[in-house]
Each structure stands twice: as structure tokens, then as C-alpha cells.
């Protein structure tokens, strides 16, 4: 079983609506990623928390808001969305030691907008 | 810039048959990771193995192996005596850091459909 849990697993949203996609590690990992992953294609990084610093956003909208409260949680806040949003969105985390980084991902969250 | 190339699209086998996925990549970075990821209709990504450049020793875990050849950028990954629930959609991946974190340079995947 994965070590990132990740809430909901489905989320059917209208475009006028706000929500929030969870995820929750306890590896003691203090890097922690959102990606995007669209039918048929691999994932695409959104953003890349280190820290609980921001670090890396690859010019995803601002309808997608990223928040880390502390080094065990992530939070996508969703504002807005365009049916094109629709896609699953992983969450994700890792740690670098001596011999290396590995990401570990989560169950994803299946994310509907109508 | 990095490059991950799975020219397999699609493989379909039957049960109990060998099957090798291709992985080819480019990077200029002289230490990299490469990795191999399951992904089942469920959706979660499925760590697999990593592989570090400095460490060219093949692996083999069960009924997966892997062959990491530097000399020609390629990590390929066998499945021997496949079964059905194998069947999945498999990303080979490179690796860059980023800080503490890093970024992920993934292939466009192969679905391997396994039938009985």
C-alpha cells in the first residue's frame, strides 16, 4: 500500500465551485509534488514543495492554488476550473539520502468539472 | 534537456510469455536516476526501481529484471512468465534534482495488456 494518501479519490465539481484535494505523507519527507496526469499521457508536473516552501510552479493557473500547512500535508485548492481541468491529479513525495531520490505517489484524486 | 523515449505504444502478450519494454534516454547530466513506474487502471503510480548512473549492475527482483546499459542510454525492462494482472500501462523515467526536490522527465508510457 502507498505511504501517500491522497482524499478524495473522486471529486465531481462545477465551475463555480471551490474545493480542495488532500494529501498526507508520514515518510518524514520533506519534498512533496502536485502533478496533472491527462488520459493516455504521463504525468506533468505542476508543483514542487521543499521545505514547505514553494519551489518550483510550472505556470499552472492561478485557479489552482497550492498550499503545504506543515512538512506531512499538501493541499491543491481548486477555484474556478474549466472542464479541461478534468484529469487525475497525483500527489506525491520524497526525501534524498545518500544514494539517491526516490518519488513515491499517491492513489491520485479523479477530478471531474462540469 | 532531458529525454525519455518508450517507442512501444502498446504491447499485447499472452499469459506466460516474456515481455521487454524499451526505454531510451537522453540527459547531460553525468549523475541521473532512472526509474520504472506501474501504472494499473486504478490510477496510482507504482514505484518500481530506481537505478542511479554510477551503478550499472542489472537487477532482478522476481519475475522483473531490468538492463541498464550506459553505453547505449537504454533501461529496459523484462517481465518473464507474465501474468494478467501485469497488465498496466508502464512509465520509464529521468530524473533531474531540483533543490531538495526534483523533477521527473517521463517517457509517454507503454499500456502491456496480458491475456489468459
Known amino acids: 500500500d502507498t505511504e501517500v494518501t491522497q482524499t478524495p479519490k473522486h471529486l465531481v465539481m462545477g465551475m463555480t465551485n471551490k474545493k480542495s484535494l488532500k494529501c498526507e505523507q508520514h515518510?518524514?519527507?520533506?519534498?512533496m509534488y502536485w502533478y496533472k496526469q491527462k488520459a493516455k499521457k504521463p504525468p506533468e508536473l505542476m508543483f514542487v514543495?521543499?521545505?514547505?516552501?514553494?519551489?518550483i510552479n510550472e505556470s499552472v493557473p492561478s485557479r489552482f492554488s497550492p498550499e503545504c500547512p506543515n512538512s506531512s500535508l499538501l493541499n491543491l485548492h481548486l477555484h474556478a476550473l474549466q472542464p479541461e481541468d478534468s484529469a487525475l491529479y497525483l500527489c506525491a513525495s520524497s526525501q534524498w539520502d545518500r544514494s539517491g531520490n526516490t518519488i513515491y505517489f499517491g492513489e491520485g484524486s479523479w477530478l471531474t468539472v462540469v | 534537456a532531458q529525454k525519455v523515449t518508450q517507442a512501444q505504444t502498446e504491447i499485447s502478450v499472452v499469459e506466460k510469455e516474456d515481455v521487454t519494454l524499451d526505454c531510451v534516454y537522453e540527459t547531460r547530466d553525468t549523475t541521473y536516476y532512472l526509474f520504472w513506474y506501474k501504472q494499473p487502471p486504478s490510477g496510482e503510480l507504482v514505484f518500481l526501481i530506481r537505478r542511479n548512473s554510477f551503478d550499472e549492475q542489472n537487477e532482478i527482483s522476481g519475475r522483473y529484471s531490468w538492463n541498464f546499459q550506459k553505453s547505449t542510454s537504454s533501461f529496459n525492462f523484462t517481465i518473464t512468465a507474465s501474468q494478467v494482472v501485469d497488465s498496466a500501462v508502464y512509465f520509464c523515467?529521468?530524473?533531474?534534482?531540483?533543490?531538495?526536490?526534483?523533477?521527473?522527465?517521463f517517457g509517454e508510457g507503454t499500456q502491456l495488456t496480458v491475456n489468459p
Open positions: 515518510m518524514g519527507h520533506r519534498a
Open positions: 514543495y521543499s521545505y514547505e516552501k514553494l519551489s
Open positions: 523515467a529521468l530524473s533531474e534534482r531540483e533543490g531538495n526536490g526534483s523533477r521527473l522527465t
